[in-house]
């Protein structure tokens, strides 16, 4: 039960006996279709519609991502991870290069968690010096090194947005 609310959580709270009964479904057509030779139709709709979803859902994140805006950037993240547990799930049934795919998916994540690692340290130190405020100067370099670290971040993530669009554009199912 635990398990499956967290892949409930993970995969955009979708229901994971739907999400069960598609896949079922779906490796029972490619047996059928493997013993006939047909090419036709491979994955359920209702596959390819959620996984779909999940893309379109990151698409818009990523159009509304703006560096300067760590809420946005930390949606970004948050709808990416989304599609990588899809596309784990679907991993025998994305396209020709679903390791490539799930390996970017990866280092993407990378990037953005390091970024809202780093915010929610600064979050923490800045807390800390609320409390105690003759701490300030012991804090002033980390703080610094700390805000430094996260910008360089945000700037290649800027730079690279576009290699983003790219690779959720090629996130598609077999069919």
Known sequence: ?????????????????????????????LKRMEREG???QVLPGAVVGWFSGLVRHAELALRHTRVDRPATVHLLR????????????????????????????????SLLGEIQ???MFLARLEAEVVKHPGRV????????????QRDLRLRRLGAQLSRLQALLDGATLES
């Not at 039960?1 to 057509?29: D, M, P, Y």
């Not at 100067?137 to 430094?148: C, F, N, Q």
């Open 117 to 119: 690692d780093l915010d």
């Open 38 to 40: 047909d090419d036709s």
């Open 137 to 148: 100067a012991e804090t002033l370099g980390l703080a610094r090194w700390l805000r430094r």
């Open 1 to 29: 039960r635990k398990l499956e609310e967290r892949v409930r959580r993970r995969c955009g709270q979708v229901s994971i006996n739907s999400v069960t009964r598609c896949v079922h479904r779906a490796l029972k057509a």
């Open 78 to 109: 948050l709808s990416l991870k989304r599609v990588r547990y899809g596309a784990e799930a679907l991993s025998p049934l994305l396209c020709r290069n679903a390791a490539g795919f799930l390996g970017e998916l990866r280092r993407w994540q």
